[in-house]
């Protein structure tokens, strides 16, 4: 097997005296979309937000892509789109407002119809220019995901996409993940939501507590046999 994109060694994350990630070890590859799979409070967001290089780790090594996150964070945050799990977006600026400045602050050229292919699969085009201050739960959930795609990332970052998100939204980020996967980029998601894991992912790595109980191909964790087994590594 090639070499990961993201390769997570001993990974530690303390706040205070919370330890809210406990030595998890995270590979993940090219062409491939794996889940971070666990109940609220696993470390999911956590192990996301040191990917996306917005908090340092405690302890242990984050590489991406060859990258070291401590010495090369902004390099990573080049190659990477991430969708955070709550916030991230301008209340008083429009989708569309929100696309061109990601595509001024990233340099893209002839990104329009891509913005504009991707608002329409998201059910967007009709708001494009209604500020998201009066968009409900699942719009922004949707609009935080056109805006990880739209450069089309080496390293894809979806941080509890499906939450709140009608089918609609379901599919389009099913099909997002499918086109990052088929131009061979890495894509990490991270849900509570153990059907639409496997469903989006090809690999699981189940979560509890801040540590890593297992890994296993989404396939093992498919059915009622899959459910009865995710629910005996929580318990």
Same mark, same amino acid.
């Given at each position: 097997?090639?070499?990961?994109?993201?390769?997570?060694?001993?990974?530690?994350?303390?706040?205070?005296?919370?330890?809210?990630?406990?030595?998890i070890d995270v590979?993940?590859?090219?062409?491939?979309?794996?889940?971070?799979? @666990?109940?609220?409070?696993?470390?999911?967001?956590?192990?996301?937000?040191? #990917?996306? @290089?917005?908090?340092?780790?405690?302890?242990?090594?984050?590489?991406?892509?060859?990258?070291?996150?401590?010495?090369?964070?902004?390099?990573?945050? /080049?190659?990477?789109?991430?969708?955070?799990?709550?916030?991230?977006?301008?209340? /008083?600026?429009?989708?569309?407002?929100? *696309?061109?400045?990601?595509?001024?602050?990233?340099?893209?050229?002839?990104?329009?119809?891509?913005?504009?292919?991707? *608002?329409?699969?998201?059910?967007? @085009?009709?708001?494009?220019?209604?500020?998201?201050?009066?968009?409900?739960?699942?719009?922004?959930?949707?609009?935080?995901?056109v805006l990880a795609?739209?450069?089309?990332?080496?390293? #894809? *970052?979806?941080?509890?996409?499906?939450?709140?998100?009608?089918?609609?939204?379901?599919?389009?980020?099913?099909?997002?993940?499918?086109?990052?996967?088929?131009?061979g980029a890495c894509?990490?998601?991270?849900?509570?939501? /153990?059907?639409?894991?496997?469903?989006?992912?090809?690999?699981?790595?189940?979560?509890?507590?801040?540590? /890593?109980?297992?890994?296993?191909?989404?396939?093992?964790?498919?059915?009622?046999?899959?459910?009865?087994?995710?629910?005996?590594?929580?318990?």
């Amino acid at each position: 097997m090639s070499e990961p994109v993201v390769d997570i060694r001993s990974l530690h994350v303390r706040f205070g005296e919370v330890e809210a990630v406990a030595g998890i070890d995270v590979q993940a590859y090219a062409g491939q979309a794996t889940a971070l799979l @666990g109940r609220n409070g696993a470390g999911k967001s956590t192990t996301m937000r040191v #990917l996306a @290089g917005l908090i340092p780790p405690t302890a242990g090594t984050v590489v991406v892509d060859g990258l070291d996150m401590r010495k090369d964070t902004l390099a990573i945050k /080049r190659i990477s789109g991430y969708c955070p799990d709550v916030g991230g977006l301008i209340p /008083r600026a429009t989708p569309w407002e929100h *696309l061109q400045l990601s595509a001024r602050l990233r340099r893209l050229e002839d990104w329009e119809d891509r913005a504009r292919d991707l *608002l329409e699969r998201f059910e967007l @085009g009709d708001v494009a220019h209604r500020i998201t201050g009066g968009f409900s739960h699942g719009m922004g959930r949707r609009l935080s995901v056109v805006l990880a795609s739209l450069h089309q990332p080496k390293l #894809l *970052l979806l941080d509890e996409p499906f939450d709140g998100v009608d089918p609609i939204g379901v599919d389009a980020t099913m099909d997002v993940v499918a086109d990052a996967r088929a131009r061979g980029a890495c894509i990490l998601i991270s849900t509570h939501l /153990r059907e639409l894991a496997i469903q989006a992912c090809t690999d699981v790595l189940v979560l509890r507590g801040g540590s /890593r109980v297992a890994s296993v191909e989404s396939a093992e964790m498919a059915g009622e046999e899959g459910a009865r087994a995710y629910r005996a590594l929580l318990d």
